[in-house]
């Protein structure tokens, strides 16, 4: 049974930083694409960041890039999101999420397995 559990979420003041990990087990996921969604309440999910197998390829949603950083360490079936320079328009519920296949996609539906979340809060 596959599962991907995050951590790392908090609270924390606007400015601020903060990493999320999310370790997958019951398969090994080297191969494919994994990425974060958020969701904050009242809006859809949506993207955050991705990145293809081997960490070569990345891709952000627009108003992240430059201040999240998306990695990977395969030997650890582990995918994280570095966050900086935090704003409270950030704040919502991470999601950690696996496509099998290789390419690297925004939308929710093209993702395979989830994670169950985790809540940042960024205080003004």
């Known amino acids: 049974q596959v599962q991907l559990v995050e951590s790392g979420g908090g609270l924390v003041q606007a400015g601020g930083s903060l990493r999320l990990s999310c370790a997958a087990s019951?398969?090994?996921?080297?191969?494919?694409?994994m990425g974060w969604f958020r969701q904050a309440p009242g809006k859809e999910r949506e993207f955050v960041a991705a990145l293809n197998w081997n960490g070569a390829r990345t891709y952000y949603e627009a108003s992240v890039k430059g201040r999240f950083a998306i990695s990977r360490d395969n030997a650890k079936n582990t995918v994280y999101l570095q966050m900086n320079s935090l704003k409270p328009e950030d704040t919502a519920v991470y999601y950690c999420?696996?496509?099998?296949?290789?390419?690297?996609?925004?939308?929710?539906?093209?993702?395979?397995?989830w994670g169950q979340g985790t809540q940042v809060t960024v205080s003004s």
């Open positions: 999420t696996v496509q099998v296949r290789a390419g690297i996609v925004t939308i929710a539906s093209e993702y395979d397995y």
């Open positions: 019951g398969r090994t996921f080297s191969r494919s694409t």
